[in-house]
């Protein structure tokens, strides 16, 4: 395969699939969590989920590794809540 059969464009939107896919399921373990953590250690996380999603998809164009980077900073961020407060 030479660098001319690669879609910019299929990469974009493996990029993003993945980014959402990641951000998704941070949200729904983040979610879960109020089952073993304080309510307000969820709180603080799903606000800062939400800023890392709205930032992340902002500079997308940009940024094709944003939603990925946001992504793996919210499951690391609720391994360390997790560790520390649950």
């Known amino acids: 395969m ?3 059969d690669h879609s910019p464009e299929a990469y974009r939107q493996l990029f993003a699939i993945v ?3 990641l951000q998704a399921t941070s949200l ?3 979610l879960a969590s109020l089952l073993v953590a304080p309510w307000w250690t969820v709180v ?3 606000v800062f989920w939400i800023v890392s999603v709205v930032w992340s998809w902002r500079v997308f164009g940009e940024r094709l590794w944003a939603p990925l980077v ?3 900073a ?3 961020a609720w391994i ?7």
């Open 80 to 86: 360390v809540a997790l560790t520390v407060f649950g």
């Open 2 to 4: 030479t660098a001319d």
């Open 28 to 30: 729904i373990f983040i």
């Open 44 to 46: 603080v996380l799903t």
């Open 19 to 21: 980014g959402a896919g």
């Open 74 to 76: 919210m499951a690391v």
């Open 70 to 72: 946001a992504g793996t």
